[in-house]
């Protein structure tokens, strides 16, 4: 039984689900789901990730984690982890770089929070044969650390989806995911049945709210690691630095938009990141924070269009092609400007690199 038909059974037999549980299926139903039995990244899948069109974008935030580490006193040991580290680029580009400092490396315990099967072997084959070797943890509230942390998440916060609530002529319902009567994946609206925090802005009706729970966890779980060990959790994600409407919810498959309810589990299924409610469940936790850059000045700040010269000098044949993958990372209508950087920090004990005013 497919996951499609699962889900049909599923919500006929207990009612339309939250978008938020169906996101959750779509891409870790242990059978059928993307992340879980399928996931395809790259120019050939259904979606490439910035680490995957430059060498430049891991390297850089492999020197951004080797700057931080020094601000925080080069302690002798401390944790890199990167939370869904997708094939294992971003994370081979940063230790390549790192190099440059050998005892940012000797120091390095290097922690990796993957459930999925598929591309943890992925990862260790991409880390083979490396100075520093991964161990994996399946999740990032699993683990214990026992010193500093270095944090790295790209393009996680689009993978914990939000609940949606709709504002209508009556007032509010939450957005469902249900069956219509000749057997299709349908949304509908169903009475709110939780509490959930109403937006301070006014809404027309038909707009959609959407509430990051889990985005907010993740949140808080960084503001606690870095507040009881010290270090920093850097967020790098395509969304929004603002409360505001919309509905955010997309799927894609080789590039292209599908609809969301099309192809549960074989397409990739997402929503924006939240950083406003990201940044603030950390700061109640305790840690401080910066604000959001966009990606295309965060990198600039690190030093991406020097790293993209001195690449094109040694290249010549390969300068045009470096440019556009410069372009494609920075530019304010590509990457530049709907990525976001953000950083959790141990409060009042770090200025962190690429955040400085």
Not at 221 to 238: K, Q
Request: aromatic share 8%.
């Amino acid at each position: 039984m497919s996951l499609r038909d699962r889900l049909v059974r599923d919500i006929r037999e207990s009612g339309p689900i939250t978008v938020a549980d169906y996101v959750t299926r779509c891409l870790h139903d242990p059978q059928d789901g993307y992340y879980a039995t399928r996931p395809k990244l790259g120019a050939g899948g259904d979606f490439i990730t910035a680490p995957l069109i430059s060498q430049m974008f891991g390297e850089l935030i492999g020197l951004w984690a080797v700057e931080t580490w020094h601000r925080l006193g080069a302690p002798d040991r401390f944790h890199v982890i990167e939370v869904g580290p997708g094939d294992g680029t971003l994370m081979s580009d940063a230790l390549r770089a790192a190099h440059a400092d050998p005892a940012f490396i000797q120091a390095t315990d290097l922690v990796l929070i993957e459930p999925s099967a598929p591309l943890r072997d992925a990862q260790a084959r991409m880390l083979a044969n490396g100075d520093v070797e991964p161990r994996w943890v399946r999740s990032l509230e699993g683990f214990e650390p026992d010193s500093p942390v270095i944090l790295i998440a790209n393009e996680v916060l689009d993978c914990l989806p939000a609940r949606q609530y709709v504002r209508t002529d009556d007032g509010w319902a939450e957005r469902r995911v249900g069956v219509s009567d000749d057997g299709e994946l349908v949304f509908g609206h169903a009475r709110i049945v939780d509490r959930f925090v109403k937006p301070e802005f006014e809404l027309v009706p038909g707009q959609v709210f959407e509430v990051a729970g889990q985005q907010a966890v993740f949140g808080e779980v960084c503001g606690r690691l870095v507040g009881e060990h010290g270090g920093a959790a850097l967020l790098i994600d395509y969304g929004r630095d603002r409360p505001e409407a919309g509905d955010t919810l997309q799927a894609l498959v080789r590039h292209e938009k599908v609809d969301p309810l099309s192809r549960p589990g074989e397409a990739d299924v997402t929503m924006w990141a939240d950083f406003p409610m990201v940044l603030n469940a950390a700061l109640k936790i305790g840690a401080d924070v910066t604000g959001c850059r966009g990606q295309g000045d965060f990198l600039r700040a690190l030093g991406i269009e020097t790293r993209a010269t001195r690449l094109a000098e040694a290249r010549p044949d390969a300068a045009p092609v470096i440019g556009r993958q410069l372009e494609r990372l920075t530019a304010a209508d590509q990457m530049g400007q709907l990525f976001k950087a953000a950083c959790v920090f141990s409060p009042r004990t770090l200025e962190v690199p690429g955040f400085e005013a």
